[in-house]
């Protein structure tokens, strides 16, 4: 049994990270967080009470958090001081957050990705390998869409996909976003030669393909030994 801590647990990803793990036997949950002055809080959900205190962190094993940069510096101080393993699927993260998140992870196990589901990071493993075997005669974009109440733009998958392909082919790799509605995540990779046109796209149906590659991540991430580690990682195993 796995006892797992929940950060944002009002908010979209965190509401079905909770749903999820409920459902799941190998889950106990023992920390359902939301930040203070939340109207949720003290409320019930499931055997739990919605807590704004990271003190109960000392009861999980492992900790999920998809919540804002704003909260990423405490919450890693946390997962420090209590030392208890974290999935951290927070986007937009500063330079100086990121180097917190290397350095938290030389004592705790941290599973980090700017996205959790599992196509998507095969994608991550695909696309420098396409572009190496089509060559420099054909030029890439990427096209990246997400609901209107997205904060950061471009997306961090969409970032990091195109610095696996600069990296692999030297270039620079473009990249458009466009929010708009409430589309949960589509991405667009554009290889485009003189006389054809590949696209690869990837379309998120639903949040749960995040919320359930969180889940394998914790399930993967209990009793491993500190360090920095990705949903690759997870998915080798």
Known sequence: MIKLGIAGVCGKMGRRILELA??????????????????????????????????????????????????????????????????????????AQLKKVEEVSKTVPVVYSVNMSVGVNVLFSLLPQIAQRLGPDYRIEIVEAHHKDKKDAPSGTAKKMAQLLSDATKREVAVHAVRLGDIVGDHTVIFCGNSERIEIKHQAHSRDLFALGALKAAKWIKGRPAGLYSMQDVLKQ
Not at 59 to 81: G, M, N, Q, R, S
Request: net charge negative.
């Open 22 to 95: 409920q459902k799941d036997r190998d889950f106990e949950v023992t920390l359902a967080l939301e930040r203070k002055g939340t109207p949720m809080i003290g409320r019930e959900i499931g055997k739990l009470k919605i807590s704004s205190s990271l003190d109960g962190l000392f009861l999980a094993d492992v900790f999920v958090d998809f919540t804002a940069p704003e909260a990423a510096d405490v919450h890693l101080d946390y997962v420090a001081k209590y030392k208890k393993a974290l999935v951290l699927g927070t986007t937009a993260l500063s330079q």
